[in-house]
């Protein structure tokens, strides 16, 4: 149970740490965000906290998301997550987050939709290995064989197979925070993260 912040991929860079060596890094727009809703054992059978991100036009919302905003004192805002944590008593509605949350040298687990990289067949998507390229096989990149004859007769489900690559929900453990910028909500991390530019993620 870790509390988060959502917020939006900026882009990849590099920055220098104090022996000249280059660091690659991601930067991350993380928060502002507002809690919509306190959820607690005694309400709701177990703790957490609702956060929104991003502030929208209240013409933008529909009438039960405008009353949910309006009890809760905030702004209508577009999205919504939920984190589980273990006390809420620290909480309160409206109460804005940023990134005071995190710490230089931390590590985090970071969530987001992955790039969608289309139709992909067996070898590309599931990281098959390839049939032998000898003279005679007809077995290079083939899926071969998927499934039994007679019994059961059909295709298990689950069956690895050609299909769509990417755009599914991804998440990256142990990414270290390298900088963090308070003023403009701005958190640099070690390494990549799922997804492209200005995708949601949620950093936890």
Do not use: W
């Amino acid at each position: 149970m870790a509390l988060g912040l959502l917020g939006h991929k900026i882009g990849m860079t590099r920055i220098f740490d104090n022996n000249g060596d280059v660091i690659p890094v991601t930067v991350i727009k993380a928060g502002p965000c507002f809690v919509t809703q306190i959820k607690t054992v005694e309400t709701d059978g177990y703790n957490a906290v609702q956060l929104g991100y991003l502030e929208l036009s209240s013409k933008q919302v529909k009438k039960p998301q405008a009353g949910h905003f309006i009890k809760s004192g905030v702004q209508p805002l577009r999205y919504i997550r939920e984190y589980k944590v273990e006390d809420t008593n620290q909480f309160e509605l409206g109460q804005q987050l940023d990134t005071d949350l995190f710490n230089v040298g931390q590590t985090v687990q970071i969530t987001g939709k992955s790039i969608g990289k289309g139709f992909a067949g067996n070898h590309k998507r599931h990281k098959f290995s390839r049939g032998p390229m000898t003279h005679g096989s007809k077995n290079h990149r083939a899926p071969g064989s998927i499934g039994a004859g007679t019994t059961p007769g059909r295709v298990l489900v689950g069956k690895k197979m050609a299909g769509q690559l990417g755009n599914s929900l991804t998440t990256v453990s142990n990414v270290k925070i390298v900088k963090i910028d308070s003023t403009n909500n701005l958190l640099v991390v070690r390494g990549s993260i799922p997804g492209k530019a200005k995708n949601l993620i949620s950093v936890k």
